[in-house]
C-alpha cells in the first residue's frame, strides 16, 4: 500500500555537486561540472514541481573542511537550490586510500581493461570498505521508508547492500558510470573483493549501465560469483528480484544546441576561425587518463602527417587535456608522455607560419568549450576504452548546420548510439590516419546526413529522458517484487485449500518428488520412498476421482521401479516420457542420442576436476550432481559449467538447468509445464494442486497457473502462489488432504 506523502529522492555519489571555495573570509559556492550533475540538474530544471518527489537530497563526501560548511549554511540559502546537501566529512589519509587508492588505482584501471596497471593493497580494500560504511551510517540516520536512493558509480559498490540490510523494503537503484568489463578481466580482482562487490550491487532494485554489453557482462559475474539466474535481465535471488539494464547517459541537448546563438561563444568562435584562417581545424578534449588513448590518438595523427603531405599547413589538431588525478603517478607520467609526443610532432612538422598540434593543459570554459565545437571540422575522440563518452554527443548536438564529421573510438560506450561516426580502433594508428583522412574529405551532403542521423537519435534521448527513464523503471521494479512476494501457507489458506479438495467431484494433483515428497539425498539412487509416503499416495489416489500425477526429473526405469504398484500417473525427464495410470509408457516420438557425445565430454572433465561429483544419464537428459562437493568448490566449478555449456549448445536444439546441486543438458521443447497440459487433458480436475521445489517446477506453475492451485517448497522467487516453507510440510498438507 502507497505511503500518503510524497517520497523524497535521495542521490548519492562519492562527491557533492559543488564545492565551497574561501577567499579573504568570504565563502563562494561553485557548482561542479560533470554528466551526473549535469544530468540531475537539467532533470530537476525541467521538473521544478515534480510531483512524486517532495524533496530532493544529496549525500556526499565533501572537498572542504567541516567548519567551512558550517559557516555557510549559517547564511541565507537561495530557495532556488535544487538539493538539499547532506555531506560526510571523510579524514583525509582515509580518503586517499579509498578513492585514489582502490577506487582509482584498483577498480579504475581494472574496469577500463587495463588490469596491468592495478594495484592490489588490501589496505586500500579495508578502506573502500570503512568509506562505504560510513555513508550507509550516514544514509541510516536519513532514509524514511518511502524514499528513493540514487546511488552512483564505482566508488561505492559496496553501499545499496548496506543499505538494504538496515532497510529492506526502501527502493535503491545504482547506475555505473564507466564500463563493466568482461569476467574474465573482472575475476582478476581477489575472490573476498568481487564477491562483495557483486553482492554490494545486488543490493539495489535496479542496476543501470551505458550499454548493452556491460549488462551482459554484469549478468555473467552475476552467475559465475553469486550463482543466481536471470531472466530477461531480471536477476533471480533467494527472496528477492533485481533487475538490470541499459540507460545510455544522454546530454541536454539544447543547452549545446543553443549555444550557437549566445554572442560570447559566437564570438570566440569567430576569433578561432579567424587565428586559423584557411585551415581545417580537428578538435580533441579529454581528460588526463591513460584510458584516454591520447597518445595513441597523437600517433595516428603523426602517421596522418607522414602519408599526406598535402595537408601540410592546411590542418591543425587542437588538443586539449583537462587535468585529472595527478596525485596518481601513472597520470603524471601518461602528461611527461602526451607532452614529450606534442613536442616530437610540432619539432619535426612545424614551420615559422604553421603548427601542426595546438596543445592546452587546462580547463576550458562552457563558452569556449561550444566555440570549439562549433569552429572544428572533426571531433576526434578515440578512447582506449570509455562508459560513454559525452565529448562525442557534445560535439554533434553543436552543429546547427549539420556539418562536421565524428571520428570516435569503437571502444566508447557512445558509438552504440553514434554509429554513422567514422568508427575506429584507437589502437591502430594506420586506421586513425586513413579515418582522418577520410573526414577531411568527406563531401558536405554526406556530413549532413550523417550528422542528422546522430542528432535525432540524441534530441530523442536527452539527459532528461535518462533519468526518467532510470526513476520509471526503479518504480516498476517495486511493483514487481511487490507482485511476486512469496505467500506462505497460512492456517486460513491451508484451511481453503483442504474445503476446496474435499467439495470437488474430481481432483488431481501433480507433486515433483526430489525435494518435495522426499528430501535431497546424496545420492539419487538413496532417495527411495519409505513406506509411509508410498501408504499415503497410495491412499490419496486410491480415493474415487483423485488423481495423482507423480512428475520429476527421474528416468522412467527409476519411477517405474519405486511406483510400478501405485495407481498414479507417471512423468519422467521433466516430461519427455509420460505413463498414465495402467497404461504403458509413451516416449518422445524419437530417443535422440546423438547429442550426447558432444556434452558428455566436458561432464567427466568437471567431474575430474570436482571430487565428489558425478553424472547420471538418462534418456533425454545427461545430468551433473554436485551435492557431495564441498560447497565453494562446487559452487565454483559449476558456475564454470554452466558457462561452458552456453557456449557449446548456443546453436543446438538443448536447454541448459541449473538445478538444485545439479546441472542437466536435455532436448529443448521438453518441460513440465507442457507435460502436466497434456495430462491434465486426460484426466481433468476441478481441483488441481501442483507442488514442486525446483526451477523446472516453475514451467508447471507458469502453465497451469489459471487451472490450478500452486505451491512453491522452500525459498526462492516463484510463479507459484503460495509457499511451503520445507518440505515436511508438504507431506503434513498431503496427511491433512487424506482425512
Request: glycine share 6%; hydrophobic share 40%.
Amino acid at each position: 500500500m502507497e505511503s500518503k506523502t510524497k517520497k523524497r529522492l535521495v542521490v548519492v555519489s562519492n562527491r557533492l555537486p559543488f564545492k565551497l571555495l574561501e577567499r579573504s573570509g568570504k565563502i563562494t559556492l561553485q557548482p561542479s561540472d560533470g554528466g551526473l550533475v549535469s544530468a540531475l540538474k537539467s532533470y530537476f530544471d525541467r521538473h521544478a514541481t515534480d510531483a512524486e518527489f517532495s524533496e530532493k537530497l544529496w549525500i556526499g563526501s565533501a572537498d572542504f573542511p567541516e567548519k567551512r560548511w558550517e559557516k555557510f549554511v549559517s547564511l541565507p540559502q537561495p530557495e532556488t537550490q535544487s538539493f538539499e546537501i547532506e555531506p560526510i566529512f571523510l579524514e583525509t589519509k582515509l580518503y586517499s586510500r579509498y578513492y585514489n587508492g582502490f577506487s582509482n588505482a584498483t577498480l579504475w584501471p581494472t574496469l577500463h581493461y587495463f588490469a596491468t596497471y592495478a594495484v592490489f593493497d588490501s589496505a586500500y580494500f579495508e578502506a573502500y570498505e570503512q568509506v562505504n560504511r560510513m555513508f550507509a551510517e550516514k544514509l541510516a540516520a536519513i532514509i524514511r521508508p518511502d524514499d528513493v536512493v540514487w546511488i552512483h558509480d564505482y566508488q561505492l559498490f559496496l553501499l545499496p547492500e548496506l543499505i538494504r540490510e538496515k532497510f529492506p523494503e526502501v527502493s535503491i537503484g545504482f547506475f555505473l558510470h564507466i564500463p563493466f568489463p568482461s569476467y574474465e578481466v573482472f575475476r582478476l580482482l581477489h575472490r573476498a573483493w568481487k564477491e562483495k562487490i557483486v553482492r554490494g550491487m545486488l543490493g539495489a532494485d535496479l542496476i543501470g549501465f551505458h550499454t548493452h554489453e556491460y549488462v551482459q557482462h554484469f549478468l555473467k559475474a552475476v552467475r559465475m560469483i553469486a550463482g543466481y539466474d536471470h531472466q530477461f535481465r531480471s536477476i533471480n535471488m533467494g527472496d528477492r528480484i533485481a533487475k538490470t539494464d541499459l540507460f545510455p547517459l544522454g546530454i541536454d541537448y539544447d543547452k549545446f544546441h543553443s549555444a550557437t546563438q549566445d554572442e560570447k561563444v559566437i564570438g570566440q568562435k569567430n576569433e578561432i576561425l579567424k587565428n586559423f584562417s584557411g585551415r581545417k581545424i580537428i578538435f580533441s578534449v579529454d581528460r588526463l587518463d591513460y584510458t584516454k588513448g591520447v597518445t595513441n590518438r597523437l600517433s595516428g595523427y603523426e602517421r596522418f602527417l607522414e602519408l599526406h603531405a598535402e595537408w601540410h599547413k592546411k590542418v591543425v589538431l587542437v588538443l586539449v587535456v583537462v587535468p585529472s588525478r595527478e596525485i596518481i603517478s601513472k597520470y603524471n607520467e601518461r602528461k611527461n608522455l602526451i607532452e614529450e609526443q606534442v613536442g616530437r610532432i610540432n619539432g619535426k612538422w612545424s614551420t615559422l607560419d604553421w603548427q601542426p598540434v595546438i596543445y592546452q593543459y587546462g580547463h576550458l570554459a562552457f563558452d569556449e568549450l561550444c566555440a570549439m565545437y562549433q569552429a572544428a571540422d572533426v571531433g576526434l575522440i578515440t578512447p582506449l576504452r570509455d562508459g560513454m563518452n559525452l565529448v562525442a554527443k557534445e560535439y554533434v548536438a553543436s552543429r546547427v548546420a549539420q556539418r562536421g564529421v565524428l571520428i570516435l573510438s569503437e571502444l566508447a560506450g557512445a558509438a552504440n548510439e553514434l554509429g554513422e561516426a567514422i568508427l575506429v580502433n584507437p589502437l591502430d594508428i594506420d586506421e586513425l590516419s586513413d579515418s582522418i583522412n577520410k573526414a577531411l574529405t568527406m563531401e558536405v551532403p554526406e556530413q549532413r546526413e550523417h550528422m542528422a542521423r546522430m542528432q535525432k537519435r540524441l534530441v530523442e534521448y536527452t539527459v532528461t529522458d535518462w533519468v526518467k527513464d532510470f526513476l520509471d523503471q526503479l518504480k516498476e521494479v517495486k511493483v514487481l517484487q511487490e507482485r511476486r512476494k512469496l505467500k506462505l501457507v497460512n492456517d486460513s489458506i491451508r484451511k481453503q485449500i483442504l474445503t476446496d479438495f474435499s467439495k470437488a467431484k474430481t481432483r488431481h494433483l501433480f507433486l515433483d518428488y526430489d525435494g518435495t515428497l522426499v528430501p535431497f539425498a546424496r545420492h539419487p539412487r538413496e532417495a527411495r520412498p519409505d513406506e509411509k509416503l508410498l501408504t499415503l499416495l497410495e491412499v490419496l489416489a486410491s480415493e474415487k476421482h483423485t488423481e495423482i500425477t507423480i512428475i520429476s526429473g527421474r528416468n522412467s526405469d527409476i519411477l517405474e521401479e519405486w511406483f510400478d504398484d501405485l495407481p498414479l500417473n507417471l512423468v519422467a525427464e521433466h516430461g519427455a516420457s509420460i505413463r498414465m495410470k495402467g497404461e504403458p509408457w509413451v516416449h518422445g516420438n524419437s530417443i535422440d542420442q546423438t547429442w550426447k557425445p558432444l556434452i558428455r565430454p566436458s561432464f567427466d572433465m568437471f567431474v575430474q576436476r570436482c571430487p565428489g561429483s558425478f553424472v547420471e544419464e538418462k534418456n533425454h537428459t545427461l545430468a551433473w550432481h554436485y551435492r557431495n562437493v564441498e560447497a565453494e568448490l562446487g559452487f565454483v566449478r559449476s558456475r564454470e559449467l554452466l558457462d561452458n555449456l552456453f557456449h557449446l549448445i548456443r546453436n543446438a536444439q538443448l536447454q541448459v538447468i541449473d538445478g538444485n546441486k545439479v546441472i542437466e543438458v536435455r532436448v529443448a521443447g521438453i518441460d513440465k509445464g507442457s507435460a502436466a497440459r497434456k495430462v491434465l487433458e486426460r484426466k481433468p480436475a476441478d481441483f488441481v494442486l501442483v507442488i514442486g521445489d525446483d526451477k523446472t517446477d516453475e514451467d508447471m506453475f507458469q502453465a497451469l497457473e489459471h487451472s490450478a492451485i500452486t505451491i512453491k517448497v522452500g525459498p526462492g522467487i516463484t510463479q507459484a502462489q503460495y509457499v511451503l516453507p520445507t518440505q515436511k510440510e508438504v507431506l503434513g498438507l498431503l496427511t491433512q488432504l487424506n482425512r
